[in-house]
């Protein structure tokens, strides 16, 4: 009882003053924690947005000239780049959690839509619409990145914890890919006479090698990228 009643005591020291000073320390670390992060991952949605337009045509070579299955029909290197971003959010789900994660795919996105509007106006002067990509492509890329990631750290988040070192990041990279799919080719080709079907599963087929890839880089991180305290996981 003694004992109780002297943490009371000395708990009670802090006054309002104190508190707030503390709090808003606690505030400020946060917050600069969650922009170094996002700087992070920004390149990448950046360096994305400006080669969505350019066909990735390195993996053609396994498929005939004109066959409706090559790559380059459907996947652009701003596509595979943006692939890049759910392993990110992986790496950052590690450290800080699945909700930091979040925080920070959020705050890179709109850093990121900062910076493209901010080019825009600076361009506009030049520029016709010609250049711009259409606004259902626009909308369904940005969908469809922003929920392959979101998914990718909820799900790696949950699936962490236990069990096999590899299964929390490959499950949650496929997770993110998979649904990141079924969002963008029905939305993006629906109706439009075009293979989209194959061209899902060709998608997914690529970035599950990719999730695959990501497996040995993951597993040289997992020391330097401990959980911190306080944020959960294993």
Same mark, same amino acid.
């Given at each position: 009882? +003694?004992n109780a009643?002297?943490?009371?005591k000395?708990?009670?020291r802090? /006054? @309002?003053l104190?508190?707030?000073? *503390?709090?808003?320390g606690?505030?400020? /670390?946060?917050?600069?924690r969650? =922009?170094?992060l ?9 360096l994305?947005?400006l ?8 993996? +053609?070579?396994?498929w005939? %000239? +004109?066959a409706p299955?090559r790559p380059?029909?459907?996947? @652009?290197?701003g596509?595979f780049?943006?692939a890049?971003a759910?392993?990110?959010g992986?790496?950052i789900t590690?450290r800080? !959690?699945? +909700?930091?994660?979040s925080r920070v795919?959020t705050?890179?996105? &709109? =850093?990121a839509a900062?910076a493209?509007?901010?080019?825009l106006?600076?361009l506009?002067p030049?520029?016709t619409?010609a250049?711009f990509?259409?606004v259902?492509f /626009?909308? =369904?890329?940005?969908a469809?990145a922003m #929920? ?6 909820n799900?790696y988040d949950?699936?962490?914890g $236990? !069990?096999?070192w590899w299964?929390?990041?490959?499950y !949650?990279a ?6 990141a ?8 080709f629906?109706?439009? $006479?075009a ?6 599963? &060709?998608?997914f #087929?690529?970035k599950?090698?990719l #999730?695959?890839?990501?497996? %040995?880089?993951y597993?040289i991180l *997992?020391k330097p990228? *401990? %959980?911190?305290? &306080?944020?959960? $996981?294993?």
């Amino acid at each position: 009882m +003694d004992n109780a009643t002297a943490v009371e005591k000395h708990a009670s020291r802090e /006054t @309002a003053l104190e508190r707030l000073g *503390r709090q808003s320390g606690e505030f400020a /670390t946060a917050i600069s924690r969650m =922009v170094v992060l996002a700087l992070i991952l920004t390149p990448v949605l950046l360096l994305s947005f400006l080669t969505v337009d350019l066909p990735l045509r390195s993996l +053609d070579r396994f498929w005939a %000239p +004109d066959a409706p299955m090559r790559p380059s029909n459907w996947l @652009a290197i701003g596509g595979f780049i943006m692939a890049l971003a759910p392993l990110v959010g992986i790496l950052i789900t590690r450290r800080y !959690g699945g +909700d930091e994660a979040s925080r920070v795919i959020t705050a890179a996105w &709109g =850093v990121a839509a900062v910076a493209v509007f901010a080019e825009l106006s600076y361009l506009a002067p030049v520029l016709t619409a010609a250049d711009f990509p259409p606004v259902r492509f /626009t909308v =369904v890329f940005v969908a469809s990145a922003m #929920a392959a990631q979101y998914i990718a750290v909820n799900a790696y988040d949950v699936a962490r914890g $236990g !069990g096999k070192w590899w299964r929390a990041p490959l499950y !949650g990279a496929l997770a993110g890919y998979f649904f990141a799919g079924l969002i963008y080719f029905p939305a993006m080709f629906w109706g439009a $006479g075009a293979p989209w079907l194959h061209w899902l599963v &060709g998608d997914f #087929a690529i970035k599950a090698a990719l #999730a695959f890839a990501f497996l %040995p880089i993951y597993a040289i991180l *997992r020391k330097p990228l *401990r %959980p911190k305290g &306080g944020f959960g $996981g294993i």
